[in-house]
C-alpha cells in the first residue's frame, strides 16, 4: 500500500504529461516508421493466409466469422451477425485486440511460468514468440488495439526471459507512450481509449474483487477468476461505451466468460484446420454453431441490454472519479494473515472519506 502511494502520483503525472502530448502531436498527422516494403509483404502474406482458410472449405459464414477473429476482416460479416455481437455485449470478440493475442500466444506463457526453467531456453522461446507476434501483427495490418496489446506482451515477454516480472502499471504506461509516439491521432481512437481503459480496470480492481471470495474448487475458481476480470474490465469501459455507443449489455458481466472460452475452442481449432486441412470443417463449424447459439441466449434475456444511454464528457470524467476513490477501499479490504471477515469489513469502513467522494462522484454523474 505505502508503495501504491509512492507510485500513484507520479503514475497520474506521467499518464497527463503523455496525454498532453499525444493532444499536442496528433495535429501533426500519423508518420510510418517502417519502409512500405514492410507494408506489401505483410498484405501478401494476409492474402496467403486467407487463400489457405478459403481452401479448407468451410461455409462461407463460417468463414467470414474466422476471417474477421483470426485476421481482422469482418468486410464478409452480415449486418445480422454485427447486431447479435453488439446485443450480446461480445462485440471485443471479433475486433481483434488483447484478446486475440492472449488466446493465440498464451501457451508461451504457460510455458515460461510453469514448465521452462532453464535460461537458454527461455531466451530462446521468448525471441520465437517475439518474432511469431509482429509477424501476425503485420499480417493483420497492425491496428492499434492489436499494437498496445503486443507492446505490453513483448515487455512481458522480455521481463520472463531473466524470470524475473515486471510493473504492471509501467508495462501499461509504455505501451501507451509507444502507440501514441508512433500515432499520436490514436489518442482521439475509440479502439485506443476503450483497449487501454479495459486493461487499466484489470489491473486495479482484478486483484481486490477476486479476494472478496475465497473459492477452493479449481473449475469453479477458474470461473470466478473470469468473471471478476470480465466485471472489471466492462466497469472500467463502461462510460466510454455509454458515451459513445449509447447503449450497454448486462448480460456479457456473467456470460462473457462463456464466450471467451468457446472463442478460445474455436480459434485453436481453425488454426489446427490450417494445418490438418478439411478433416476439421466439422468441429469447427459446431463450435462457431453453439458460440452463435449463446449469443442468442444472451441477446434476448430480460434486460440484457440497456440502450439510449446519452452521457455528457462530465459525467463520464465524474465516473472514473468514483471509481479511484473506490479502490483505495477495495485494497484496504483485502484478506490479509489470520483475518476474518469482520476485520476486512471494518478496514473497508475505515477508508469511509474515499467511500463518501466515490458515492458524491457517482451521484453527481447520474443527476447532471
Known amino acids: ?3 501504491l502511494r509512492l ?3 507520479f503514475l497520474l503525472l506521467s499518464c497527463l504529461f503523455f496525454l498532453l502530448v499525444g493532444f499536442v502531436r496528433a495535429r501533426e498527422g500519423d508518420c510510418d516508421l517502417l519502409p512500405h516494403w514492410v507494408y506489401d509483404g505483410a498484405a501478401r502474406l494476409l492474402r496467403s493466409a486467407m487463400g489457405r482458410l478459403h481452401a479448407v472449405g468451410f461455409p462461407p459464414d463460417v468463414n467470414s466469422l474466422l476471417e474477421a477473429m483470426l485476421f481482422g476482416q469482418r468486410q464478409g460479416l452480415s449486418r445480422e451477425t454485427f447486431q447479435l455481437y453488439s446485443d450480446a455485449g461480445a462485440s471485443h470478440v471479433l475486433a481483434l485486440s488483447g484478446l486475440h ?3 493465440l500466444f498464451g501457451l508461451f506463457n504457460i510455458v515460461l511460468l510453469r514448465v521452462l526453467y532453464n535460461a537458454w531456453l527461455r531466451y530462446a522461446l521468448c525471441s520465437l514468440g517475439l518474432l511469431l507476434m509482429w509477424v501476425y501483427v503485420a499480417l493483420t495490418g497492425f491496428p492499434v488495439s492489436l499494437v498496445r496489446a503486443s507492446v505490453m506482451m513483448s515487455l512481458f515477454l522480455v521481463s520472463q526471459m531473466r524470470m524475473g516480472g515486471s510493473n504492471s502499471w509501467h508495462t501499461w504506461g509504455l505501451a501507451a507512450v509507444a502507440v501514441l509516439f508512433v500515432s499520436p491521432s490514436a489518442l482521439w481512437s475509440v479502439s485506443f481509449q476503450l483497449s487501454f481503459a479495459a ?5 486495479a480492481f482484478y486483484s481486490p474483487l477476486r479476494d472478496i471470495i475465497s473459492v477452493r474448487n479449481p473449475w469453479l475458481h477458474w470461473f470466478w477468476c473470469a468473471v471478476v476480470m470480465s466485471l472489471s474490465a466492462q466497469v472500467a469501459t463502461l462510460p466510454l461505451v455509454a458515451y459513445y455507443f449509447h447503449h450497454f449489455s448486462l448480460s456479457s458481466f456473467f456470460l462473457s466468460p462463456f464466450y471467451i472460452l468457446l472463442a478460445t475452442a474455436l480459434m485453436y481449432s481453425a488454426l489446427l484446420a490450417l494445418a490438418v486441412g478439411s478433416c476439421m470443417v466439422s468441429p469447427v463449424t459446431a463450435l462457431a454453431g453453439a458460440l452463435h447459439g449463446l449469443l442468442r441466449f444472451g441477446s434476448l434475456l430480460p434486460g440484457a441490454k440497456v440502450e439510449r444511454l446519452f452521457i455528457s464528457p462530465a459525467q463520464v470524467v465524474l ?10 477501499a477495495l485494497l484496504a ?10 476485520l476486512r469489513l471494518v478496514r473497508f469502513l475505515r477508508r469511509w472519506p474515499y467511500l463518501v467522494a466515490s458515492v458524491v462522484c457517482l451521484s453527481l ?3 447532471l
Open 333 to 342: 479490504a483485502r484478506p490479509r494473515v489470520s483475518d476474518m471477515n469482520p
Open 101 to 103: 493475442l492472449g488466446i
Open 199 to 203: 486493461v487499466a480496470g484489470i489491473l
Open 319 to 328: 465516473f472514473y472519479m468514483a471509481l479511484v476513490c473506490l479502490l483505495p
Open 1 to 3: 500500500m505505502h508503495r
Open 365 to 367: 454523474s447520474l443527476v
Open 7 to 9: 507510485q500513484l502520483p
